[in-house]
């Protein structure tokens, strides 16, 4: 899978951003499944489930029927946080908006007939339970095809990938214990520890402790964020790189094998 992010308009111009069909086209060349991490930055919850959009959704939802291939859609990621515009509390948000948005558009794909389209409701870890509680902006099993997580190593504390995500990953199974998840955005700085080693405990633990879990995406930009820190990305040191590839090479490699395995008995 490869993922990238888009608003529904320029914050700038405010023009309307249109189905990227050639950014999906790239990436299915590339024999990967697109991921859009698509959001409504800049426009309320409130607007969106009255109506206000429904033009750009439908023209948006009617491209991507017509392209035609199965695509991730990401909408309006960690909504259980504070930092973005259409997270519970922010601007007078409350979960109930977050979940009668969502359904909006939901359903306005749903009527344009936009099957291939793969909805992925992703919020953030939340280790220490300050953010809002995700079953309350949970849509419902008719709206959601995969759940995910976000979660970060920022060294503020240094947090293992299972320390981390345990507690929410649960959570998330209790609320929706029949659907795939996949992690959407993970990274760990160099700074506070040993990032190669952070790399390794994460495929060590993933096919053990986290069985739901289906995919993953690492964040490999550099971009501020928890601890003040921008190091995400995997090629920030020679045994990070060397420990991501071996892990990706023996968990998931030893992951398929299994499955093979099962499907022919």
């Known amino acids: 899978m490869l993922q990238w992010y888009s608003p529904w308009r320029n914050p700038s111009t405010g023009a309307a951003y249109p189905f990227p069909r050639p950014a999906f086209e790239s ?11 698509w959001s409504s930055r ?28 199965k695509l991730f859609l990401r909408f309006d990621r960690e909504m259980n946080g504070w930092w973005f515009n259409w997270g519970s509390g922010t601007g007078g948000n409350t979960p109930a908006d977050f979940v009668a948005a969502w359904r909006h558009v939901h359903n306005i794909f749903a009527t344009v007939g936009a099957t291939n389209v793969r909805w992925v409701w992703c919020p953030n870890v939340d280790p220490y339970r300050k953010f809002t509680d995700i079953r309350l902006l949970y849509p419902g099993d008719a709206y959601v095809d995969w ?39 993970v990274g760990s700085t160099e700074t506070g520890g040993s990032k190669a080693r952070w790399i390794r405990n994460m495929f060590a633990v993933l096919p053990r402790r986290f069985p739901r879990i289906r995919g993953l995406l690492w964040f490999d930009q550099y971009l501020l964020g928890p601890g003040g820190h921008s190091d995400w990305p995997i090629e920030t040191s020679v045994s990070s790189s060397a420990a991501f590839a071996k892990g990706i090479r023996t968990t998931f490699g ?7 395995l099962r499907h022919r008995r």
Not at 27 to 37: D, E, G, T, Y
């Open 27 to 37: 990436v299915r060349a590339h024999r990967m499944i697109p991921i859009l991490s």
């Open 42 to 69: 800049g426009i309320s919850n409130s607007d969106i489930a009255a109506g206000h959009f429904d033009t750009y959704i439908r023209n948006w939802a009617s491209a991507a029927k017509s392209w035609g291939h």
């Open 147 to 185: 759940t995910c997580l976000d979660g970060y190593n920022g060294d503020n504390p240094w947090r293992s990938f299972n320390r981390l995500f345990v507690g929410s990953y649960r959570h998330v199974l209790q609320i929706a214990p029949s659907k795939p998840m996949i992690v959407g955005e």
């Open 254 to 260: 030893q992951t398929r094998k299994h499955e093979r």
